[in-house]
């Protein structure tokens, strides 16, 4: 499946790094959302990727927005990870069944079993306002994120 701009977002159901059922549509309700597929919790781009997130977490989790990411990690590497860095947004983990998630939105990678460095910025009805995608080892521009997500709010 490939997303286009102004298509629903494909609402998900995911166990975060505590355990705990986070869904999208409630989770982000009346809010605009960046959601971020990432491949693998303690690679080095990733973890820079989310301690960036993490350092920015201002322009991102606002009365009009907030952040999910997302890995096919299992849901105990996304908390030693998030334990690790002091990590407070939701990582989520689409483990099992394996990727059906990063599978809906069209950013799995069928070779290496993992999601594709993808970010989508979700408006207030559930649509995808905007999306990037970068080659596995080139990390986001947060920039370029922060002002997407600051322009739909």
């Known amino acids: 499946m490939t997303l286009a701009i102004g298509d629903p977002a494909p609402d ?5 790094q505590h355990g705990q059922d986070v869904t999208l549509s409630t989770h982000t309700r009346g809010k605009v959302a960046l ?6 919790a303690f690679s080095g781009v990733c973890s820079g990727e989310l301690t960036g997130l ?3 977490l201002g322009d991102f989790e606002t009365d009009g ?12 590497a996304q908390r030693a990870v998030a334990d690790r860095d002091g990590i407070f947004f939701p990582l989520l983990s689409d483990f ?18 993992a999601a594709k460095r993808s ?35």
């Not at 910025?121 to 080659?135: F, K, L, P, S, T």
């Not at 990390?139 to 997407?148: I, S």
């Open 12 to 16: 998900f159901t995911l166990k975060d």
């Open 35 to 40: 959601v971020v597929f990432y491949p693998f």
């Open 54 to 56: 993490r350092d920015r």
């Open 65 to 76: 927005s907030t952040l999910i990411a997302l890995s096919c990690d299992p849901m105990y």
């Open 96 to 113: 099992w069944p394996h990727g059906v998630t990063a599978q809906s939105y069209g950013v799995f990678d069928e070779i290496s079993g």
């Open 119 to 153: 970010s989508f910025v979700i408006d207030r009805e559930g649509r995808v306002g905007w999306m990037v995608h970068n080659a596995i080892g080139e990390a986001r521009d947060l920039d370029e994120h922060a002002a997407h997500v600051a322009a739909l709010v």
